[in-house]
């Protein structure tokens, strides 16, 4: 059974940072790629960053929004992956999901089967 699992949301100022962590279960990041998406109040659901370095593609993608001030990455011996967001500004504020897909490209366009729960993120300004 795949499952992912959500960490690390909170309360931040701006100009703060806060490490979000999802753990993973029931596949290997060697087969799937994995990301982070958002969703504010009143807005769609977007692509924060994805990441796959899966045996037949390697590539990382940020939503220019937090290009420079967010990093995603994984920890392939925990099962888990992170996405460190720094000088974060008050339209970061969104609950965060983690997402995994057998293909890049499926993930960005949030249509991945594999979805976790969310975790909240405030930033005040």
């Known amino acids: 059974e795949v499952q992912l699992v959500e960490s690390g949301g909170g309360l931040v100022q701006a100009g703060g940072s806060l490490r979000l962590s999802c753990a993973v279960s029931g596949f290997t990041f060697n087969d799937h790629a994995i990301g982070w998406f958002r969703q504010a109040p009143g807005k769609e659901r977007e692509a924060v960053s994805c990441l796959s370095n899966t045996g037949y593609e390697a590539s990382i993608y940020y939503a220019d929004s937090v290009k420079g001030r967010f990093t995603i990455s994984s920890d392939n011996a925990k099962n888990t992956m992170y996405l460190e967001m720094n000088n974060m500004k008050p339209e970061d504020t969104a609950v965060y999901y983690c997402?995994?897909?057998?293909?890049?490209?499926?993930?960005?366009?949030?249509?991945?089967?594999?979805w976790g729960q969310g975790t909240q993120v405030t930033v005040s300004s």
């Open positions: 997402a995994a897909d057998g293909r890049l490209q499926t993930l960005i366009s949030g249509e991945s089967e594999y």
